[in-house]
């Protein structure tokens, strides 16, 4: 079952979900809450030609960076972090989504990972990569993706928080 406005306001009011910092009023939307991109990005190391991803892991390839904006040229990735860290119970999950307005002009927010697992505790990563034919400027501070919430029929014995292996405590 996915949570309404009034089931994720209900559930953040008695802590079942918690949204740091709060999300604004106009943050939230029928079924969703925006999220914001903070100022903390990832982009793939410039002598990286080729990667096997049987013999690399994430820090080989990719590397940190802050920025309060970042101009991506036609086909480039990066990745971006939420402000918002969001935890969850073993009985709610989480899909991210891009807004339509962004997917409009050509940018895609994730790529495959949109799914929050069940107990997780922690800030979202984007997959951003603008698809247009054109540059696309993107700001910290922008209200980029939204959450969806679903409860799940009963919960997880294997919450994400104590048995996920990445991403535990971003």
Known sequence: MILSDRDIARYMKKGVISITPAPKKEQIGPASIDLTLSNEFWKPKKKIHKIDISKVGFSDVMEGFTAAAVELKPGDMILGKTVERIELPANIS?????????????????????????GSRNHQILEIVNFSKQKILIRAGMRLSQVIFEELMSSTSRPYAKFGRIARDQ
């Not at 989480?94 to 069940?118: C, D, K, M, N, Y």
């Open 94 to 118: 989480g899909r991210l989504e891009g807004r339509s307005s962004f997917a409009r002009l050509g940018l895609a927010i994730h790529v495959t990972s949109s799914f929050i697992q069940p």
